[in-house]
Structure formats: C-alpha cells, structure tokens
C-alpha cells in the first residue's frame, strides 16, 4: 500500500507521509527519522490527526487480556512434567 | 529479565519451573488472541491447551529452533488450530427452531454474560461487534497486534503473508471500521 494520501505543509518534507507509515507510528515501528517528521507536523495535518485518533479507537475496543481457567493451565503443567520429558 | 530461547534450553534440561514461567509469561496474550479469533470461552480453553501441548511436544522432540521468537511462533500453532476450528464449526449442519433461526446463535446468547447482554447500549460495544463482524483476515490483523503485540514483520510471517498485505488489511479493517462508524453516526471523540 504505498498510496500519498496527505502531504506535509512543511517545506522541509523529506518524503510524503503515507497511511502505511501512520500505521507504523501508531504501533511504534516506524523510523526514528518518520516518527519526528510525523510529529513535527501533526498539528498542521488534522487529516493524520484523524486517521490516528481511528487507530486509538480500535485499540480501546480491544477489552484487557482475558487470561484462561486455571484447569487448562493445570493440564498444561501436567502434561508438561510427566516422565516422557526425561527422555529427549 | 531470563529470555524465551534460555527458559526453554532449560525446560530441555530438566527444569520444570522454566517452563511454567514460560507459560505465565504468555498465557495472556495467547488466550486473548485466540478467544478473539474463535468467539466462544470453551472453544478458546480446549484450543488453547492443544497449542501448548503441542508446544511441549515439539520441544521436547528437538523441534523448536526460533531461539527467542517464541510468541510468534506459538501463535503460528494457535492460529493454525483456531483455523481448524473455525473451519470444522462451519461443515456442521445448522439446526433452525421454529422461527429459523440458528439454534447454536441462540446457545451462544444465552452463554454470554449479563453484561455481554448489553451489547448495543454503547458505542465501545458496538466497536467490539464490528471488528467482530470484518472479513476475517482483517480481524486476524487487528488481534494479532493488538492482544498478541506482534509486529507486522511477525504477523506476515505467522499468516504465511508479507508485511504490506497485513498493513494493508490493517487499513482496510479502519475504512470498514469508519464506514459502519459513518452509517450509524458514531464520530470519534
């Protein structure tokens, strides 16, 4: 997906922003060097503004960790210390 | 803090108390992930347990060589079982009541919680119903990096897929997203 969709009004832009890179600023993989551009000019792009603020969204949306009943864990425990383990 | 690669050469010594770390250290996000790309408690429980004790079974057997790309390749086996399962609960034949409707849906209400119940009377709900409702591979995106934490580069590699498509299905999961956000009038605050 390497669609322009917004461009800085910095004169200085080195490369367009793209929604691939917003993504990657959002779940903080992108380049040290995109990340500053990115935040340089978040506020005269309200449109990056936007699109993040939908990545935020969906990230709340997402309940906290659901961890599973303590009977799965025991048979997992179990199984993980039968005798079987001495022989590799 | 010990990493994944060394608890396990551990485990592979003898040390049992290496795995259960191990184990604490990722039952969280692994069980997250699958209940969210299955939908059912019980399901997630039985699939869960599978994972890990194919888990045991392959490094016992010599067969875990990731060093300390663990989660992912843990949640590559979870996926390929939630696969299974999905796959498996969609040749059942459906059974209709009276009315028509699919008797299992009906179960699976009547399982749900109080206050899983009240699904419409907020907007975060209705969220959580949405991204339940995107094409699968989009949802498999969002889960994958949300409650699993994996990178795009992990989540390419665990969906057998490259890093653009899953940004791409990451993109797409928003303008969907958006879009049901737009027909029910929802504006992000």
Redesign the interface.
């Known amino acids: 997906m390497s669609d322009v969709i917004m461009k800085s009004n910095v004169r200085l832009m080195i490369k367009n922003i793209t929604k691939t890179d917003l993504i990657h600023y959002h779940y903080n993989e992108c380049s040290p060097s995109v990340k500053l551009m990115i935040e340089n000019n978040l506020d005269t792009n309200p449109s990056w503004r936007d699109y993040l603020n939908h990545l935020d969204l969906i990230n709340q949306a997402f309940e906290s960790l659901t961890a599973p009943n303590t009977t799965s864990l025991n048979i997992i425990l179990e199984e993980s210390a039968t005798t079987e383990q001495h022989s590799f | 803090m010990i990493t994944d690669g060394v608890l396990i050469k551990h ?2 010594e ?1 040390n ?1 108390g290496s ?2 770390t191990l ?1 604490k250290r990722h ?3 692994i ?2 992930s699958i ?2 790309l299955v939908g059912d408690r019980y399901i ?2 039985d699939i ?2 599978e994972t ?2 194919k888990i ?1 079974h392959s490094i ?3 067969r875990y060589n990731h060093e300390d790309k663990f989660l992912p390749w843990a949640m590559r086996i979870s996926r390929n079982m939630c696969i299974d399962s999905i796959r498996q609960r969609k040749r059942l034949p459906i059974v209709v009541d009276s009315e028509g409707n699919d008797i299992l849906n009906n179960i699976g209400i009547f399982e749900k919680s109080q206050e899983e119940l009240h699904i419409h009377t907020d907007e ?1 709900t209705m ?2 119903k949405w ?1 339940w409702e995107l094409p699968e591979e989009q949802r498999e995106v ?2 994958l ?3 699993a934490d994996l ?2 580069k992990e989540i390419a590699a665990v969906t057998n897929t490259n890093i ?1 498509t899953c ?2 299905r ?2 797409y ?2 303008i969907n ?2 879009k049901m956000m737009q027909k029910n009038s929802v504006k ?1 605050k």
């Open positions: 485990y592979i003898g049992q795995f259960e184990l039952k969280n996000r069980f997250s209940y969210a997630a429980e869960f347990q890990f004790i045991i016992r057997t010599g975060m969220l959580r991204i969002l889960v990096r949300n409650y990178s795009f653009n940004i791409g990451m993109h999961a928003l997203i958006r992000v």
